[in-house]
């Protein structure tokens, strides 16, 4: 029998983004005693504080800047876990990154793919916060990136997806915590859980395409006047 949920809603704060329903399916993982099934994928600081997703993961495709940081904690009203580099930028640039992240108050640090186990040890060593290590193909050296020090794997593999979770969860059993993106549709996103994602990350839709929807119903509303 499906418990009901009450639900109470804001007349202002109406416009949310929310994560997909079928994303509650997953079991979630526990970090620093706070349960999170759903990741929003996103640096945009007015749609981060527009959501329901439990956590997010800012992850971005430049140099990490504390600045970006510091904005996205201020405003975020749940857990967030942050690009600290891994790729361009590495080394002990990458550890010290970490560490500010851990003390403005970030639950976790991001690693891209191409960071070395030796880099993961040592910011293991450095930070008391989990390392989340990026695994984009199954030829990543996943199993080294543990050994290392990360605590949780972040899954992206594109439409392999799914099957590069079920072949890592096949080896390292139930207890490796995975992250997993879910894709574009409810389908995607069940089948990566079945195939043993734990929590999932969603992209929202950008802020010009939900502004361009927010115009048209102005103008439809204009029309009618």
Known sequence: MERYIPEIKSQLRSRIISVPEVIYRATGIKILGTRIKSLLFSTDVAIIKNTNAHSIIAVYPFTPQLSITQAILEVAPVPVFVGVGGGL?????????????????????????????????????????????????????????????????????????????????????????????????????????????????YTPPCTADIFAEVMEQYRKQSRNK
């Open 89 to 201: 930028t590495t080394g002990k640039r990458a550890v010290d990154i970490a560490l500010h992240a851990e003390l403005l108050g970030a639950y976790g640090v991001v690693v891209n793919a191409p960071t070395s186990n030796e880099v993961i040890s040592k910011m293991y060593n450095r930070i008391d916060i989990p390392i989340i290590a990026t695994v984009v193909t199954e030829y990543d050296d996943y199993k080294g990136k543990l050994d290392a020090g990360a605590r949780i794997l972040n899954i992206s593999g594109g439409a392999k997806t799914p099957e590069l979770v079920r072949k890592i969860r096949e080896e390292f059993g139930k207890e490796l915590p995975i992250i997993a993106t879910g894709g574009p549709t409810d389908v995607s996103i069940l089948k990566t859980i079945e195939a043993g994602a734990n929590a999932i990350t």
